[in-house]
T-cell receptor, first 114, second 114 residues
Framework: DAKTTQPPSMDCAEGRAANLPCNHS???????VYWYRQIHSQGPQYIIH???NNETNEMASLIITEDRKSSTLILPHATLRDTAVYYC???????????????FGGGTRLMVKP | NAGVTQTPKFRVLKTGQSMTLLCAQD?????MYWYRQDPGMGLRLIHY???????AKGEVPDGYNVSRLKKQNFLLGLESAAPSQTSVYFC?????????????FGNGTRLTVT
């Protein structure tokens, strides 16, 4: 299973773009990169995922390097409500058919400041 | 469309007591999961189900049992609660096991065992 490395914490000014990096140097060819976030006292919330190409949705953009060893989640205009822990996860399949197993690491605690 | 609903939201048990946590999803998802979250440990998979009538062990199954009698419900049972089971429990579901299928989480059950 590919491991991910994220900085433990980051700050961002309100209204500015938040760029959250993630290293996944051991990722294999069929593994997706997923991003979730967890706002205090709530369940993890799906943000975005990608395989090779850059992706964008209403919440964020995901930039994956050409060698797929790292990625960046971009929140284009961060608000105070984006303060949360952001998890970068490499999606794995397991040998026992639980294709959706996710391994959550420590994540990055993003603090958006006024 | 409520998504994933967990009941109860909070519970305090005494050592040795039993209880059942209920997870319900209204998205017609095949796959359902129970995770626990402890400080500094991320989310760890307890049990999962790949369809109605099926269950399987995850990473930390000891002390827990599960049942999936109906497709929309996934129950987590503690037969004899221990203080080590004090945690926040999250249920999740997904449409399929494919790597391209995001998980949707509930908002958690906060359990304290004294």
């Amino acid at each position: 299973d590919a491991k991910t490395t994220q900085p433990p914490s980051m700050d961002c000014a309100e209204g500015r773009a938040a760029n959250l990096p993630c290293n996944h140097s051991t990722i294999s060819g069929n593994e997706y990169v997923y991003w979730y976030r967890q706002i205090h006292s709530q369940g993890p919330q799906y943000i975005i995922h990608g395989l090779k190409n850059n992706e964008t949705n209403e919440m964020a953009s995901l930039i994956i390097t050409e060698d797929r060893k790292s990625s960046t989640l971009i929140l284009p205009h961060a608000t105070l409500r984006d303060t949360a822990v952001y998890y970068c996860i490499v999606r794995v399949t397991s040998h026992n058919n639980a294709g959706n197993m996710l391994t959550f690491g420590g994540g990055t605690r993003l603090m958006v400041k006024p | 469309n409520a998504g994933v609903t967990q009941t109860p939201k909070f519970r305090v048990l005494k050592t040795g007591q039993s209880m059942t946590l209920l997870c319900a999803q209204d998205m017609n998802h095949e796959y359902m999961y129970w995770y626990r979250q402890d400080p500094g440990m991320g989310l760890r998979l307890i049990h999962y189900s790949v369809g109605e009538g099926t269950t399987a062990k995850g990473e930390v199954p000891d002390g827990y049992n599960v049942s999936r009698l109906k497709k929309q419900n996934f129950l987590l049972g503690l037969e004899s609660a221990a203080p080590s089971q004090t945690s926040v429990y999250f249920c999740a579901s997904s449409y399929s096991k494919l790597l391209n299928s995001p998980l949707h989480f509930g908002n958690g059950t906060r359990l304290t065992v004294t």
